[in-house]
């Protein structure tokens, strides 16, 4: 693999990783695990997703405060 093959998909990585966080936001705020009938978000992830660890990066502290801004919900 050469170097400029190695770092675009790198770089196409951090993208999706940029957009998953956002979206992952957007489902803790929503409060999406209500409308599938789990009783908390810690239930949704579990049976949804296995679970779910904030990628180390720059996106990080940015969702960990959204997520600890909307408040415990559940």
């Avoid at 940029?18 to 949704?44: C, F, M, P, R, S």
């Avoid at 992830?45 to 415990?72: K, M, W, Y």
């Amino acid at each position: 693999m050469s170097r400029e093959e190695a770092r675009r998909r790198t770089d196409e990585f951090k993208a999706h990783t940029e957009v998953w966080l956002e979206e992952l936001k957007a489902l803790y705020v929503d409060q999406v695990w209500y409308a599938l009938d789990y009783e908390t978000w810690d239930e949704y992830c579990q049976a949804e997703f296995g679970s779910i660890r904030l990628p180390r990066g720059p996106g990080r502290t940015e969702a960990v405060l959204t997520l600890r801004d909307a408040g415990p919900l559940g």
